[in-house]
């Protein structure tokens, strides 16, 4: 099967409120951003589907941890968005254990991608993800997705104010667009690598 008929018969298998009810999986990556940072709309780029993950215009929809079947026992997760203002405190306090508990609690978890927006910039919900991750020595990767919204002129400019934000190397930020399709072959790739599709 080639790369693209892989990511092609990516199918939702569940959405759960806790990490506990998943199950096991052989291998898995999950995608975790700021509210309204577009994660929904690069998960289809991805998966070359326009509409595998639910896209709203309502930052914060993604309120539970969705699953998505690439091969058997090869997951792709979406994390709910953090950074959601319309929402009580409880709620946001549920959330962000809930996201807790899934990125320290999965053995087969092989790598976070942290969505940014390329155009806004780090935030300060970002930054502290990041911290935590860095606390936690959880293997992430930093993918600046809307890269369509930065001048071309400005691309390498933004792209190490983004890297030095985050203290990581400008190279280790995947820079990607859902929707002109910039950098989704190269995300593309590491995902394959990463849940061992070949």
Known sequence: MKKNDIFNAAKFVMSVNAQQKLGESQAEVAFVGRSNVGKSSLLNALCNQRSLANV??????????NVFSVKP???????????????????KDNWHSMLQHYLSGRPALKAIFVLVDAYVGVTKLDRQMIEWLNE??????VVANKTDRVAPDKNDDQRQALAL?????PE????ASAKTGAGIADLQDIVFDLLELG
């Open 73 to 91: 026992g090869k997951w792709i997760i979406d994390l709910p968005g953090y950074g959601f203002a319309a929402v009580s405190k409880d709620e």
């Open 56 to 65: 709203s215009k309502t930052p914060g929809r993604t309120r539970s941890i």
């Open 172 to 175: 280790a930020v995947i820079w």
């Open 165 to 169: 934000d985050l203290l990581v190397v």
């Open 136 to 141: 936690m020595d959880l293997p992430y990767m």
